[in-house]
């Protein structure tokens, strides 16, 4: 019997690797569309004086983030899609294996965790690590499967 805990897990690892393959999947096929994608950041308000004062609204980070895509190359767009894609559906094979109460499932999710942070550097570099595709968030999840480990056979 699966606990209420092992299947909210579930549930959100299937709503990430989702939403994941689809991202992926849309930049692998448009990465001309993605590396255009324009910058959305912080908006000057004319009032400069009262910005200065305010080192949050004063200091402003043009790298990367979820705002800016990186890189703005359409080649390593698609690069860092691939790994993206990969490590979805990596751990949705994990994920779908321990929903199933599956110890193997844990194993392959960990491996998938694992190329969703080694494969970025490879294809794109350390700058990648801004804009991992929730890899940190899947790290601890992987703990909290851990946890599950004694209900799974």
Same mark, same amino acid.
């Given at each position: ?23 992926? $999947?849309?930049?692998?096929?448009? =990465?001309?569309?993605? %590396?255009? #994608? ?5 908006? !000057? ?6 910005? +200065?004062? !305010?080192?949050k609204?004063?200091?402003q ?9 990186? =890189? %703005? !190359? ?8 691939? %790994? ?6 990596? #751990?949705?094979? $994990? ?6 109460? +599956?110890?193997? $499932?844990?194993y ?27 890899? /940190? $968030?899947?790290?601890? /999840? ?7 480990? =004694?209900?799974?056979?």
């Amino acid at each position: 019997m699966r606990s209420q805990f092992l299947t909210i897990l579930c549930v959100l690892s299937f709503l990430s690797c989702g939403w994941g393959l689809a991202e992926s $999947g849309i930049a692998l096929f448009n =990465p001309n569309q993605v %590396a255009q #994608t324009p910058y959305t950041g912080h908006k !000057d308000t004319g009032t400069g004086e009262e910005d +200065r004062r !305010d080192p949050k609204n004063f200091y402003q980070d043009n790298s990367a983030n979820s705002d800016n895509p990186t =890189p %703005a !190359d359409p080649y390593l767009v698609q690069q860092q899609s691939r %790994a993206q894609f990969a490590y979805s559906l990596v #751990t949705l094979i $994990g994920v779908v294996l321990m929903f199933r109460l +599956r110890k193997l $499932g844990f194993y392959i999710y960990v491996a998938g965790v694992l190329l969703g942070i080694v494969m970025p550097i490879y294809f794109v570099g350390f700058s990648s690590l801004i804009t991992s595709f929730g890899v /940190f $968030g899947s790290v601890l /999840f992987a703990v909290m499967y851990g946890f599950c480990l =004694p209900e799974m056979k």
